[in-house]
């Protein structure tokens, strides 16, 4: 598993209107080839009376599954500059279709390429990119005299505070970024000077939030 990498929200969409013709974006985290499969496909069957239902997706933690669909436009103009812009945010899990209703205006090998390029562009930055974390989720229990002290560190720091349970004892579970487990735990055993039982519960994923930057908003 990847200790952190970039995919998009889990679904959105957006249009843009370039000469007259209606560039229709639609955005989804797909997880395997399947998925992208279907996706299409429902796109295509929503907008049947599209002149085209182009698409591209990049999937796998080393993007092993890649592919670029023109759907009539001529060959490279439409799939692989969606791609292209997959590539260039190194979005994993990530499928876009852009379905383009035909204005009247020909746009050229090169219009085309831009065209599809920033349909792509403009859905992604509509739907949204997270940068998803590996971290160990870890649970600590202490006694309530502790609380006070604890409580207000954890909230302090850096560490993301996922549960309190009120039982016999209190019970704290944190999200702890791949490869600082082993600092968190001497962290908590300072704070509750050897007290506290600490136990791994599992890794898991948690989606921070990517801000757009300079030509991403393009």
Not at 13 to 41: L, N
Not at 109 to 137: D, H, K, P, W
Request: aromatic share 8%; hydrophobic share 35%.
């Amino acid at each position: 598993m990847l200790n952190q990498y970039y995919t998009v929200k889990p679904e959105g969409e957006s249009e843009i209107v370039i000469q007259k013709s209606r560039f229709i974006t639609y955005v989804r985290r797909t997880e395997t080839e399947e998925e992208a499969a279907a996706f299409i496909d429902k796109i295509k069957q929503r907008h049947r009376d599209a002149n085209h239902n182009c698409s591209a997706y990049m999937i796998g933690e080393h993007d092993l599954i890649q592919k670029a669909n023109d759907d009539g436009e001529p060959s490279g103009t439409a799939g692989v500059p969606m791609l292209e812009v997959l590539k260039k945010r190194a979005l994993k899990d990530t499928c876009v279709v852009v379905t383009r209703y035909f204005g009247g205006i020909k746009l050229g090998g090169g219009g085309l390429i831009r065209a599809y390029g920033s349909a792509a562009s403009a859905g992604i930055n509509a739907t949204g990119v997270v940068e998803r974390r590996l971290g160990t989720v870890i649970r600590f229990q202490f006694d309530y005299g502790m609380l006070g002290k604890i409580e207000n560190e954890v909230r302090n720091s850096d560490y993301i505070l996922k549960d309190i349970a009120y039982e016999e004892n209190v019970s704290m579970t944190c999200f702890v970024e791949a490869g600082g487990e082993d600092t968190f735990e001497s962290w908590i055993a300072d704070l509750s000077s050897g007290q506290a039982a600490v136990t791994r519960e599992g890794s898991e994923y948690i989606e921070v939030d990517v801000a757009l930057q300079g030509d991403e908003r393009e």
